[in-house]
């Protein structure tokens, strides 16, 4: 899935067989030119790399903890900050011993220390952005991992109704279209209900001929227990 951070919603979605390996769905999307790309260690392909460098991507990753960086270039960074060394250089020549690296252009590496003290050594091939601004990239990847779990949640597309392959897509394609459709719903209104409240409001009044807007009116003049809205959704 490629998702879309700043509208808060899936761009792309491409549904495969649990044994296919995550850089073979990623290899047949298609890319967006000039787009930034953050990803994590499913997705480590040099190959791949390249084609979104030269498409002009920016890409946002993490470095395995065995590749190494050949480094030209060690840049300037805060003392006591979270940016620990911030470098330019090139990867290793071959990805495995009978794979040539196609992506020769220098990429650089920005160590960040997280809350838990954990080093992460992130990977970009864009060597102008501040490490702070590259950091805060690679933690944005984390909308999409809060994305799924809402899915889940929310939604429950993991009880399957039918168990073969075409039932099964088809229910996650509805999950991800009933989605859209309420977050198109729940941006034309004025009311500050959080996302999830508004979802709760229309499973309630599903069979209900009523215009969203009178819906959180009525909400709004007579507020639901709380006791039983906790009680219906359980």
């Known amino acids: 899935m490629i998702y879309d951070a700043d509208a808060a919603c899936p761009v792309y979605v491409a549904v495969t067989a649990a044994k296919v390996n995550d850089i073979t769905a990623a290899q047949d999307m298609p890319i967006e030119v000039g787009a930034t790309y953050v990803f994590d260690l499913g997705y480590y392909d040099y190959a791949w790399w390249a084609k ?22 060690e840049r300037t960074v805060m003392e006591d900050g979270s940016i620990l060394p911030d470098r330019v250089g090139y990867l290793p020549a071959r990805q495995a011993k009978n794979r040539k690296n196609p992506f020769g252009d220098p990429v650089r590496e920005v160590r960040v220390v997280i809350e838990t003290g954990k080093i992460l050594r992130i990977l970009s091939n864009d060597l102008d952005a501040r490490a702070e601004e590259i950091a805060a990239l ?97």
Request: proline share 4%.
């Open 138 to 234: 690679y933690k944005r990847r984390r909308d999409i991992e809060l994305f799924f779990r809402w899915i889940k949640q929310s939604l429950k597309p993991k009880t399957f109704l039918g168990t073969s392959e075409n039932a099964i897509r088809i229910q996650i394609a509805i999950a991800l279209i009933a989605y859209l459709l309420l977050r198109l719903a729940h941006g034309a209104q004025k009311s500050r209900l959080t996302l999830l409240t508004f979802i709760r409001l229309v499973r309630l009044n599903l069979m209900d001929l009523k215009p969203i807007d009178r819906l959180l009116d009525d909400l709004i003049e007579r507020p639901p227990d709380n006791r039983q809205m906790a009680f219906e959704f359980l």
């Open 52 to 73: 979104l460098d030269a498409a002009g991507c920016r890409i946002v990753t993490r470095f395995k903890s065995n590749t190494p960086l050949d480094a030209i270039e």
